[in-house]
């Protein structure tokens, strides 16, 4: 048997094609003479675009997220919490042997940080002056609900959130007081969880606007109202707490990209790799989405019709960045096909899987099974604009502030497409 090895060349506007193929007599009596070729194909032009979405639920928060961070190319991002806060029993006190003591809110570490934890932690505890309302079904980052324009209170500290430590912000006395006293009058407000909102619409924690990290907290949060017990000698500390349990909560997640290439991005529209440095981008919480068109795909098929795609990978290199402390890149990748509006058409089960290169940390990158997207192009009849959306995981896209820088097929470490093929 001799094996035959051919090279050929496929001619498409504006592609490159390089193959290695190899011919092989086996199943040529079904083919009337002719051999199946296997063919690599490894520079298809691929188009790299950012894109944002208008909106993001975050009204089933799996944290509180707060923090504002300046980033090297994507601008500002800032995230503040809003929630309620309720009880699980009415709430009563015997007025002649009870008196109040302090406040205060609990905050606890989940473990999520992002950016400089070394810099220093600012924000201020604002209460709520219109209720959480969900709007079409959800809460979403773009959702605005006003609060008091003075802070009930402020606090600045250096996170340590891998300890999982609780922060301890003190609260008005006012506050604590007027509870107690509605507690010590047997008062409808404190009677349940349902009045008390009617009463108390909840807080907001807002950043300050100071260059510094994104922490979260978890959703075991809780206000505590202190109030001495006279009943006993000595007399001992207890406490009221006002959870937020089932209650409203979400994060308000925004980015300011005014002083950056992305400046003219806004939903719907595309912000080409050309325009960013051969960069694209994601980044969790504020929407920013990766998009990646294979345009002359059909041009292949059309002077080439003996050709079938039998796998495809996509491989995708982060790009080198200022090191910033903290900044670590997500670990797998979520694949969408969306069409010209960047509107969802279908999603896969297929991963973007980060291969880490321990070692030189030069090779780091993503392999991309985007063969059942190339197979879906194929397929249409019509020419269209449809694209992959890459994004972290829907969770992850969500609740946190994950960025990723990448580079496109022009970049430093450039993206490329490799295509599979059987040639008959």
Known sequence: MKVLVQCMYLLTPLILVSCNDTSSPIGSDFFQGSAINMTTIDTLTIQTSTIVFDSLVTGDATRLLVGYHVDEDLGTISSSAYFQIGMLNAFTLDK????????????????????????????????????????????????????????MATFSYKPKPNKRDTVYIPMPDAFGQDIIRLAQSSAIQVSSTFSFLDYFYGLAIVPDAIDGPVIGYSTTAEVRVYYIDNTVTPSVEKFFSLTLDDNLRYNKISGNRSLTDLRDLKPGSNSSSEKTDHKGYIQSGAGLALRIEVPY?????????????VSAELQISPSRDGNGQNVGIPITLTLQRANYKNDYVSSYSQQGLLVEDYYLERDTHYNVDVTTFISQQIALEEENKNALILTTENTTFRSTVDRLYVDDQFGERPMKLTLTCLVY
């Open 96 to 151: 002649l042997s009870t008196t109040f003591s302090r406040a205060e809110l609990r905050l606890i570490h989940d473990g999520y940080s992002n950016y400089d934890t070394t810099a220093r932690m600012s924000f201020g505890v604002y209460q709520l002056k219109q209720q959480l309302e969900v709007h079409l079904d959800n809460i979403y980052n773009t959702s605005k609900f006003r609060y008091a324009p003075t802070p």
């Open 297 to 309: 795909l059909r041009s292949i098929l059309i002077e080439h019709a003996g050709l079938t795609v």
